[in-house]
């Protein structure tokens, strides 16, 4: 814990969480320093989904996080757009669940029939008996809010040193870190290390997931389509987001045509129309997983070290609520639902 302004902290990690644990704690008065190693995060390679119910959350502390930050995204889109200067078309679209295979009712659903689903899916599986409409679901474009958290964070003042590679501690009370810069003194650090934060020894490991674009005209899906293999995501400019694969190979690179191929089947068993629409981009990320598939966020192992980390396919959605609970536990206003996400949740000592 902290006393907030006078304190200096490094933020490990310069992706989306870290990147919104820097924004919230320069707006509490606090001197930050972000390390960016650089890579792509994976934040860039989501689809940007804030849609907890369409997820399946529903009872528990993930689900009540979940929810929660949800609610703080339409305030937080405005302030981080005000702040930045930029757009991140946040979009307050709504999720589609088609009833198909084991779908069961989401949280806060509302049943529509073939028919209304037929209306605002184009090109819908007609065999598709019906669906659930979310309203409360919405998109943000995710690199959009990248570009806009860089350049409001480095707006209010703190610093981001890119390409900068954290090795792990540079002392056993971690005073500093070691870093490809040298080593690096702060009075707490942030751990955002994404899917790279189990070379600290916590129990997390990456996922990877491939991806890829299709072009349609502005509006042509107005929402989150959720089926059971594959969810929809669409963009203001037209683009309509795929997802995902889950792959448990390490830190593999590349689409591959097995990825490619698994997508475009699910995407068209649920929504032929598409077969039309043509390929724009494909990629492909690496999702940072706990054992339990829930977040680390809160004090770490060491005392000046907290978590902010393990947020799985979920990063964007909860970006938020990760940003206002670190703030809170350094600046000294350490929240109970934090409880649920510690590290010792999963036994043994990482140091």
Not at 33 to 62: F, H, K, N, T, Y
Not at 232 to 251: H, M
Not at 309 to 319: D, F, K
Request: with cysteine; proline share 8%; hydrophobic share 50%.
């Amino acid at each position: 814990m902290l006393s907030g302004c006078g304190m200096k902290i490094c933020i490990l990690g310069g992706g989306l969480i870290g990147l919104a644990v820097a924004l919230e704690l320069r707006l509490a008065g606090v001197e930050v320093v972000v390390l960016d190693r650089g890579s792509v995060p994976a934040g860039w390679a989501a689809a940007g989904m804030i849609a907890p119910a369409a997820e399946g959350l529903a009872g528990g502390p993930l689900a009540d996080l979940a929810f929660a930050s949800r609610a703080l995204w339409p305030a937080w889109a405005v302030r981080l757009e005000e702040f930045s200067g930029q757009g991140i078309d946040y979009t307050p679209c709504g999720a589609l669940v088609p009833a198909v295979g084991d779908a069961i009712a989401p949280a806060e659903g509302q049943w529509w029939d073939s028919a209304r689903m037929a209306s605002a899916v184009p090109g819908l599986a007609p065999e598709i008996a019906g669906g659930w409409w979310l309203e409360k679901e919405a998109c943000v474009d995710n690199r959009k809010v990248l570009t806009a958290l860089r350049l409001a964070v480095e707006r209010l003042g703190a610093e981001i040193w890119a390409g900068v590679t954290v090795t792990g501690p540079a002392d056993p009370g971690l005073a500093a870190v070691a870093t490809s810069a040298g080593p690096v003194a702060a009075d707490a650090f942030v751990l955002a290390q994404g899917a790279w934060s189990g070379a600290w020894g916590l129990p997390v490991q990456p996922l990877k997931g491939q991806m890829l674009a299709l072009e349609s005209e502005p509006g042509w899906l107005g929402a989150i389509v959720f089926g059971e293999d594959i969810y929809l995501v669409p963009r203001r400019d037209g683009r309509i987001v795929l997802g995902a694969t889950q792959e448990t190979i390490g830190f593999t690179p590349g689409n591959t045509a097995g990825g490619m191929a698994s997508l475009l089947a699910a995407a068209l068993t649920l929504v032929p129309g598409l077969a039309s629409h043509c390929i724009l981009e494909q990629w492909w990320g690496f999702r940072p997983v706990s054992p339990d598939a829930a977040p680390l966020i809160g004090p770490g192992p060491w005392p000046n070290l907290y978590l902010a980390t393990g947020h799985h396919r979920n990063g964007v959605l909860l970006a938020p609520v990760t940003a206002q609970l670190v703030t809170r536990a350094l600046t000294g206003d350490e929240d109970p639902l934090l409880s649920a996400f510690s590290y010792r949740r999963f036994g043994g000592d990482p140091r």
